[in-house]
């Protein structure tokens, strides 16, 4: 069974700070899809990146970095000189491939992360 | 930019009672969700839908719960008598063909009394 781990219940930077959001995971399938949602105050669940497991190249986009490494089955997500705006929950969420094409998403317990100005 | 939309944003109802959530998938999209989540717990999965029939369902999905695509664009979620443990915020999703990331809604916001 697929399972994605978030150690990190909830983490405090201050403003400008780089702060890495951890994500381990667990699945016997070859092909899946690792993903990062960002959950803000306002409650809505805002897509960020996805990785297929073939891919291990690792992703930067703008303050946003994503490391992923297969040997380790982690998915670790970096900002980089964090802003006040950054203040949000975080979800790592794992996507298994089922026949037909169907995929289901099972997300990780989320970190709160807090950026103080 | 498409997007997913859930309604209503909120809704307070007895216990016992029955509730609708609606929702409206990106257009071009196949596949279909619901998730919750209770107030600063994790986001659960609860059913998917393909090709107008449950793909899979969770253990929440209970005989409570049941999940309709009326016509072309509308995809809702009834839970036929509330529980106070049913509060929580119900997010809708849907995924295109060949994204492998899912689309969510807003959420809609339950409040069991």
């Known amino acids: 069974a697929q399972k994605v781990t978030q150690a990190q219940t909830e983490i405090s930077v201050v403003e400008k700070e780089d702060v890495t959001l951890d994500c381990v995971y667990e699945?016997?399938?070859?092909?899946?899809?690792l993903f990062w949602y960002k959950q803000p105050p306002s409650g809505e669940l805002v897509f960020l990146i996805r990785?297929?497991?073939?891919?291990?190249q690792n992703e930067i986009s703008g303050r946003y970095s994503w490391n992923f490494q297969k040997s380790t089955s982690s998915f670790n997500f970096t900002i980089t000189a964090s802003q006040v705006v950054d203040s949000a929950v975080y979800f790592c969420?794992?996507?298994?491939?089922?026949?037909?094409?169907?995929?289901?998403?099972?997300f990780g317990t989320g970190t709160k992360l807090q950026v103080i100005p | 930019e498409p997007e997913v939309t859930q309604t209503p944003s909120h809704q307070v109802t007895q216990m016992g009672q029955e509730v609708i959530l609606r929702c409206v998938p990106i257009s071009n999209h196949l596949y279909f969700y619901w998730y919750r989540q209770i107030l600063g717990q994790k986001v659960e999965f609860l059913v998917s839908?393909?090709?107008?029939?449950?793909?899979?369902k969770s253990e929440i999905f209970d005989d409570q719960f049941s999940v309709e695509r009326p016509d072309g664009s509308n995809f809702t979620l009834k839970i036929r008598s509330t529980k106070l443990e049913d509060s929580a915020m119900y997010f809708c999703a849907s995924r295109g063909l060949n994204t492998g990331e899912l689309f969510f809604g807003e959420g809609s916001r339950l409040t069991v009394l």
């Open positions: 699945t016997r399938d070859t092909t899946y899809y």
């Open positions: 969420a794992l996507s298994e491939a089922r026949s037909g094409g169907y995929q289901k998403v099972t």
């Open positions: 990785r297929n497991s073939f891919d291990e």
């Open positions: 839908f393909y090709n107008n029939e449950i793909s899979e």
